[in-house]
């Protein structure tokens, strides 16, 4: 499975962004799929989640600024942030883990340790 990011680019504050994510080859209906951003020097930080449960977990510090969304068959999983600061430049990345062989309704963590798949990044510059 290849996950391909789409969507970054230079927005102004304030402004609003959707970044996509797109799985290649399979739906990710057995995967947990999460999105996060890594700064510069810094270790990737968790924004938000799905699990095999169908349920969304999101950061502390995002929540009533991005909403995680997905297609009908989960091909295709979404993050919208709003109100975009400076501060939110960063790379943004969706990464899966495959959990199929665990058992069903498994709740997504926001560790970028457990997951093994990873798109290429996507950059987001927030700049008047």
């Known amino acids: 499975v290849t996950l391909v990011e789409s969507g970054g680019g230079l927005v102004q504050p304030g402004g609003s962004l959707k970044l996509s994510c797109a799985a290649s080859?399979?739906?990710?209906?057995?995967?947990?799929v999460a999105w996060f951003r890594q700064f510069p020097g810094k270790e990737h930080e968790g924004i938000s989640c799905i699990g095999t449960d169908g349920q969304i977990i999101t950061a502390e510090s995002m929540k009533g600024r991005s909403t995680f969304s997905t297609d009908a068959g989960r091909n295709t999983v979404f993050l919208q942030i709003d109100d975009l600061k400076p501060e939110d430049t960063a790379v943004y990345f969706c990464a899966a883990e495959n959990l199929a062989y665990n058992p069903p309704f498994k709740t997504c963590l926001l560790d970028h340790i457990q997951y093994e798949l990873w798109g290429q990044g996507a950059q987001v510059t927030v700049s008047s």
């Open positions: 080859d399979t739906p990710l209906a057995d995967y947990a």
